[in-house]
């Protein structure tokens, strides 16, 4: 069975000076050609990868214990990451090491031991719709831009987009008057995403009266929808600085992102009564069961269907 370059273990050790670093770049191939994940994915896997191996020194990977993996995730505790950033690192542990099993390296995947510990089970932060509505107003003259940060902001809350996927659209996913977007999400699937009639308003008008002028500086035709002060594609960084700025600005906390958008989008959507395979179908989850860690956010309407139902409520 081939998964990307083959890694091979001879006599118990493995040769070569450095087998990190071509166990690290068999894996991202493997990644890449086979399971075929988002390069943002990728990315975040290789640089827990390489935490791992900074961590790991000269030992040798493959006789590690699972109290040496333990010692793993408590040292990541220690590094004070974010909750959500070790249950990644564990993933992303979990599924080298499993890589390693296909490819006949490790006969005994130990990593698969390690407890998830619910850690990317917390809630998500979201923003009261008052607070939405401040966030998507907070654009305006004299800001340079301001039409095309208000679609941005619009486009984040109207769809449940990623930042990545918003800096991917390209105008011929926008269809303003019917009223949707095409997606292109993880594994490059696509989706349909219905815009509203204020999110379409707001990208109708940047498109009008300021992406012409911006496009014109650009060297070369692009397609994207939304673009820089030069007129290349808005990058995903940049998304995430404008989001904050713009937070800061309406007193929101400092933890926003364009991530809380998504919570913010899934978690409504859901207090409105919308099914949650819909939702899971516009945010793109391949699994409802991550769609699901919505329903423990608005306890108040969980109370509220309990009362009207329930016989003895």
């Given at each position: 069975m081939a998964h990307g370059k083959h890694i091979r273990r001879k006599s118990g050790r493995a040769r070569g000076a450095a087998p990190q670093a071509r166990w690290l770049g068999a894996f991202v191939a493997y990644l890449e050609s086979e399971c075929h994940l988002a390069g943002n994915t990728v990315a975040a896997y290789r640089r827990d990868l390489t935490r791992f191996f900074g961590w790991l020194g000269a030992r040798d990977a493959l006789r590690l214990?699972?109290?040496?993996?333990?010692?793993?995730?408590?040292?990541?505790?220690?590094?004070?990451?974010?909750?959500?950033?070790?249950?990644?690192?564990?993933?992303?542990?979990?599924?080298?090491?499993?890589?390693?099993?296909?490819?006949?390296?490790?006969?005994?995947?130990?990593?698969?031991?390690?407890?998830?510990?619910?850690?990317?089970?917390?809630?998500?932060?979201?923003?009261?719709?008052?607070?939405?509505?401040?966030?998507?107003?907070?654009?305006?003259?004299?800001?340079?831009?301001?039409?095309?940060?208000?679609?941005?902001?619009?486009?984040?809350?109207?769809?449940?987009?990623?930042?990545?996927?918003?800096?991917?659209?390209?105008?011929r996913d926008i269809h303003l008057d019917d009223g949707f977007c095409m997606c292109h999400g993880k594994g490059d699937r696509q989706r349909l995403v219905p815009l509203g009639r204020r999110a379409a308003a707001a990208v109708g008008e940047y498109l009008e009266m300021e992406r012409p002028k911006m496009a014109a500086r650009s060297p070369v035709a692009i397609d994207w929808l939304l673009l820089s002060g030069r007129g290349l594609r808005l990058r995903r960084e940049r998304i995430w600085e404008l989001v904050k700025r713009y937070a800061a600005r309406v007193g929101a906390p400092d933890d926003v992102s364009p991530h809380t958008l998504r919570h913010s989008f899934a978690t409504h959507l859901l207090i409105g009564g919308a099914d949650l395979r819909q939702v899971q179908e516009m945010l793109g989850h391949a699994s409802i069961a991550t769609t699901q860690l919505y329903t423990h956010v608005d306890h108040s309407r969980l109370k509220a269907v309990h009362r009207k139902f329930h016989p003895r409520a």
């Open positions: 214990s699972i109290r040496d993996l333990s010692d793993y995730v408590a040292w990541l505790h220690g590094q004070q990451l974010a909750a959500a950033s070790i249950a990644r690192h564990v993933v992303s542990l979990k599924m080298f090491f499993r890589y390693l099993q296909l490819e006949g390296v490790l006969q005994k995947n130990l990593a698969e031991l390690l407890g998830s510990s619910r850690l990317w089970q917390r809630i998500p932060a979201v923003l009261s719709p008052g607070k939405v509505n401040a966030l998507l107003n907070a654009p305006a003259p004299p800001q340079p831009h301001w039409r095309r940060d208000r679609a941005l902001l619009e486009l984040l809350y109207a769809t449940g987009c990623r930042a990545s996927e918003i800096s991917f659209l390209r105008q």
